[in-house]
Nanobody
Framework: VQLQASGGGLVQLGGSLRLSCADS????????VGWFRRVPGQEREFVAA????????YYADSVKGRFTISRDRAKNIVYLQMNNLKPEDTAVYYC?????????????????????WGQGTLVTVSS
């Protein structure tokens, strides 16, 4: 499993970006996926997640209503659509995937539940 995140960049307050995460092993259909972010000097923070067999999406309260996680199963890509961006959204964003075993719902927001990580893509929101 090799995850490649892309789509970060510089955007103004209120703008939008769409992050993409591709899996070279084409195994997303068998994995739970998530997005996390980290601000330098701070802990990694959960952003959004989706379990493989679950139509529900899970979000951090700070992004609910603004961010959307989705999958393109044909292309084996996971997206994070980010709208109405704020300066506090500035961070390095990481996509993550589980092993073939399902993550229990209570642990879906826990970074330790994910076995595979992309390299991160920087999102900067200017005011």
């Amino acid at each position: 499993v090799q995850l490649q995140a892309s789509g970060g960049g510089l955007v103004q307050l209120g703008g939008s970006l769409r992050l993409s995460c591709a899996d070279s092993g084409r195994s997303f259909s068998n994995r739970d996926v998530g997005w996390f972010r980290r601000v330098p000097g701070q802990e990694r923070e959960f952003v959004a997640a989706n379990r493989r067999s679950d139509s529900n999406m899970y979000y951090a309260d700070s992004v609910k209503g603004r961010f959307t996680i989705s999958r393109d199963r044909a292309k084996n890509i996971v997206y994070l659509q980010m709208n109405n961006l704020k300066p506090e959204d500035t961070a390095v964003y990481y996509c993550a995937a589980s092993t073939n075993s399902r993550i229990i719902l209570s642990a879906i927001r826990d970074a330790d539940s994910y076995a595979y990580w992309g390299q991160g893509t920087l999102v900067t929101v200017s005011s």
